[in-house]
């Protein structure tokens, strides 16, 4: 049975950073896609950043330059190193992850099978 567990949100001021985490059970993250998604009140749900089982990684527009993501394969952790944090980056933050293989667009559809119950974040202006 697949469990995934998100940590690390909380609220910061604009500019600021935050570190996510995901943290994964009963899949090895080793030959996984998966994936950050987000949800602001109100709006559809959208792919943030994922990375293949590859390890290529692809970012939504809106955040490139200022996200990261990265994976530790021995701890079957998977990260978001968010910085220059803007209030539109505000909601819920999801983990998600498949063992299909599946390409980064796809990927960033948020076609995966998998998902965290989510860690809120809050910039504030």
Not at 28 to 41: D, E, K, L, N
Not at 56 to 67: E, I, L, P
Request: aromatic residues 8%; contains cysteine; proline residues 2%.
């Amino acid at each position: 049975q697949v469990h995934l567990v998100e940590s690390g949100g909380g609220s910061v001021q604009a500019g600021g950073s935050l570190t996510l985490s995901c943290a994964a059970s009963g899949v090895p993250y080793s030959s996984a896609c998966m994936g950050w998604f987000r949800q602001a009140p109100g709006k559809e749900r959208e792919g943030v950043a994922v990375i293949d089982s590859h390890g290529t990684a692809r970012y939504a527009d809106s955040v490139k330059g200022r996200f990261t993501i990265s994976q530790d394969n021995d701890k079957n952790t998977l990260y978001l190193q968010m910085n220059s944090l803007r209030p539109e980056d505000t909601g819920m933050y999801y983990c998600a992850v498949d063992e299909r293989w599946l390409m980064t667009k796809t990927i960033l559809r948020g076609e995966l099978t998998y998902w965290g119950q989510g860690t809120q974040v809050t910039v504030s202006s």
